[in-house]
């Protein structure tokens, strides 16, 4: 079992940053490939960005330049720094470990944090 609490969401303006943060429990956070996820009102959860094992990264072509994903092992915390953020960024922000890659494309499994709200407004 892993559990996951992401942290770091809140109200920012257009053109601001924000970095959320996904704490794991565990001690094979480090064997984990990890991804971000996001869900706004109304639509489908979409994947954001994910970075493996190794720490290479992958990310939605609407973040790219704008996000960046990380992963500290020793906190047992994978990170999303945001910048520039834009109106259509507002979502609630889920953290996903332990899927796999098809195709170059991360896959989630079933450990899922609770989220954390991420509004873009002016």
């Known amino acids: 079992q892993v559990q996951l609490v992401e942290s770091g969401g809140g109200v920012v303006q257009p053109g601001g940053s924000l970095r959320l943060s996904c704490a794991a429990s565990g001690s094979l956070f480090s064997r984990y490939a990890m991804g971000w996820y996001r869900q706004a009102l109304g639509k489908e959860r979409e994947l954001v960005a994910s970075i493996t094992l190794g720490g290479s990264t992958n990310y939605a072509d609407s973040v790219k330049g704008r996000f960046t994903i990380s992963r500290d092992n020793a906190k047992n915390t994978v990170y999303l720094q945001m910048n520039s953020l834009k109106p259509e960024d507002t979502a609630l922000y889920y953290c996903?470990?332990?899927?796999?890659?098809?195709?170059?494309?991360?896959?989630?499994?079933?450990?899922w944090g609770q989220g954390t709200q991420v509004a873009v407004s002016s």
């Open positions: 996903n470990a332990g899927g796999v890659f098809v195709g170059g494309l991360y896959r989630p499994n079933a450990y």
